[in-house]
């Protein structure tokens, strides 16, 4: 398995973003000021990530996602291990994570991996996207924002 940074000219893997973040005109606003992680396994995408350096000292995952056959064997916390480690190496001192009220998988890893709650943005998702989002038979309304620091 190899985690590598996606090269200048490559074409963002909107397969895999898209299962994190339902709307391809949300990522595209994102995705110009991001370095895009891609984690390939025997030659194919399996999980990326996009980091966003949003103040000094701190960095923001914008969006990973891991392929739906490839979920639950560990990837997604590789991933999340592959961004701090790389956040520590560029001189960061916290990186930052958002989610929805209903992702309730994401919401339980990122805590195992060390995130702690810092805030909820009410009615984010309802604002933001033009079709409502049902995971886990819950509506998606809030972001939930979590930090990790070192």
């Known amino acids: 398995m190899l985690i590598r940074s996606l090269g200048e000219g490559e074409t963002l893997p909107y397969e895999l973003l898209l299962l994190a973040d ?65 956040c520590k190496e560029q ?6 994570i958002g989610t929805g009220n209903s992702s309730l998988g994401q919401l339980g890893l990122y805590q195992k991996c060390g995130f702690r709650v810092t805030g909820v943005e009410r009615d984010y998702f309802v604002r933001h996207y033009a079709e409502p989002i049902i995971e886990n038979g819950i509506p998606c309304r809030d972001m939930i924002r979590l930090r990790l620091e070192w």
């Open 22 to 86: 339902p709307e391809r005109q949300a990522i595209d606003a994102y995705a110009d000021r991001c370095d895009c992680m891609v984690m390939e396994e025997n030659g194919a995408a399996v999980g990326a990530y996009m980091l966003l350096a949003t103040r000094p000292k701190t960095a923001e995952i914008m969006n990973i996602a891991v392929r739906e056959d490839c979920q639950g064997r560990g990837y997604g916390r590789k991933l999340i291990e592959h961004a701090v480690r790389y």
């Open 91 to 96: 001189g960061y001192r916290q990186l930052e």
